[in-house]
């Protein structure tokens, strides 16, 4: 903690990672932190929410009642976002951005209920990052085959090879920075407000929770998919 | 030469509120953003949603320059790396 404001505020402000407990593992310390136990709770609720949709969906009518409905509005919406900017390869990866758009978006509003978003840790974000990467160097290979990949490497001309060498390895780089700075700037500010303010800070921080976990998590989301899909989209080429 | 810790602390602390000047730029690239969209509303006010909707996603991309201050700052005034 900056002792500025450690001295101003007591103990009161935590936004920290704080390790649970630690094990060796090939020589090598490992901390089980209070992130793996947030995404451990996340994960839960969202497999709770996934079996119970299933469940659902077995049985379902023509007509959607109740959490029917929730779940059509749910895939419909993720459908259409995929569809509108990946077109005709929409269906392949539309598991994989609806994965991650619910996933980083119940991350981001964890905020709201107590949790210290997991996403406000570099180590989700660039696992994130990482294998929106992969996806894309993957398709890369697949869809332009290795000659296409090294003419897009030498763009203009061969001389410029090592700066969109440096480009590709920024994408990743940029893309889980972008998330994990909006996220966590939230964080802190929250527990500024609530560590430094004590008993004034009561009922108008809903206004700043509406604006730093609600808003621009749920921007920070559509994002961080929009920028995947358009890489991805990208990397496949003309069909 | 040997300095003690609160004079880099203290030069930290200076150096977070340097960093965080890269709020300029994408506060005035936002701005302009949210100009132009503006005023593409007023021209066809049919377009309001996608219009609404490409504005925030490039505010959204153009926000991470300043984000990059705000890091900077964040790893000077509590991981402290220059201090011993």
Redesign the interface.
Same mark, same amino acid.
């Given at each position: 903690?900056?002792?500025?404001i450690l001295l101003s505020a007591g103990a009161d402000i935590d936004f920290?990672v704080h390790g649970i407990f630690s094990y060796e593992l090939f020589g090598q310390t490992v901390w089980i932190t209070t992130t793996h136990v947030c995404v451990l709770i996340v994960f839960l609720l969202l497999g709770t929410f996934a079996l119970i949709a299933n469940r659902t969906m077995r049985h379902a009518s023509d007509v959607p009642t109740g959490f029917q409905n929730v779940v059509e509005l749910i895939v419909e919406m993720l459908d259409s976002m995929i569809k509108a900017s990946m077109g005709s390869s929409a269906a392949k990866f539309a598991n994989y951005i609806g994965t991650i758009f619910i996933f980083i978006l119940v991350s981001n509003i964890s905020g709201l209920f107590g949790l210290r978003p997991p996403t406000a840790d570099y180590g989700v974000t660039l696992a994130l990052g990482l294998i929106t990467f992969t996806l894309i160097h993957f398709n890369k290979f697949k869809y332009q085959k290795v000659s296409g990949v090294i003419k897009g490497l030498c763009d203009p001309w061969p001389i410029w090879a090592p700066i969109n060498m440096i480009g590709d390895v920024a994408v990743p780089i &940029?893309l889980s920075?972008?998330l994990f700075?909006?996220v966590? &700037?939230g964080t802190?500010m929250m527990a500024l407000v609530y560590g430094l303010l004590k008993w004034v800070a009561v009922f108008w921080p809903a206004v700043l929770h509406v604006y730093f976990d609600l808003f621009s998590g749920a921007?920070?989301t559509?994002?961080f998919c929009?920028?995947t899909m358009t890489y991805i989209s990208d990397a496949i080429g003309e069909q | 030469m040997e300095f003690n810790n609160e004079f880099i602390l203290g030069c930290s602390a200076i150096g977070a509120g340097l960093a965080v000047i890269a709020g300029i730029g994408p506060g005035v690239g936002q701005g302009i953003a949210a100009g132009h969209a503006a005023a593409a509303v007023g021209r066809n006010p049919g377009a309001k949603s996608d219009v609404t909707s490409t504005m925030l996603l490039g505010q959204a991309v153009a926000e991470t320059t300043g984000l990059y201050g705000l890091l900077i700052a964040m790893l000077l005034l509590f991981v402290k790396p220059l201090a011993n």
């Open positions: 903690m900056g002792q500025g920290m &940029s920075l972008r700075a909006n966590l &700037s802190v921007i920070q559509y994002v929009m920028l | -």
